[in-house]
């Protein structure tokens, strides 16, 4: 992803916030949910509509009350870290990310303050997994200190 590309990067993270809150939405959640979990259904389009994308790699999936925190926290610190390596360690495109998270999914019945200190655990802990092994050049902000 080419974070210089303002419009594409804010279109991609708009897919995948989208299809993040329909899935909770639904009464799941992703341990891992990212861009790597959608496929577009109509591979020639330049930007799919978020209803044609295909959801693959299931291996993280398991079912949760739409407002259950935990299984919200979950799943955007998986998505977070998964946009976090997409977006190239960037501050701005993180608290993008999760501003829209915030307005787009259903309100965790702890608030969003408690829900975010555990999504925030999950980002920190997956990140600083992925800088160990130097797929990422920085470890991200805490998710607390950006809204």
Known sequence: LDTRDEAATLAVMSLVVEHAARIREAGLADTDHGPHNLMAAEPHAALPDVSSL???????????????????????????????????????????????????FPEPSTGWPATLQLADAVLQRRAGKLHRYGRVRALPPALTGLI
């Open 54 to 104: 295909v959801w693959i790699d299931l291996e993280g999936v398991f079912e949760a009350r739409p407002r259950d925190s935990q299984a919200t926290a979950v799943t955007i610190g998986g998505a977070l870290t998964d946009w976090w390596l997409a977006s190239d360690s960037s501050n701005e495109w993180l608290t993008a990310a999760t501003r829209t998270m915030i307005d787009r």
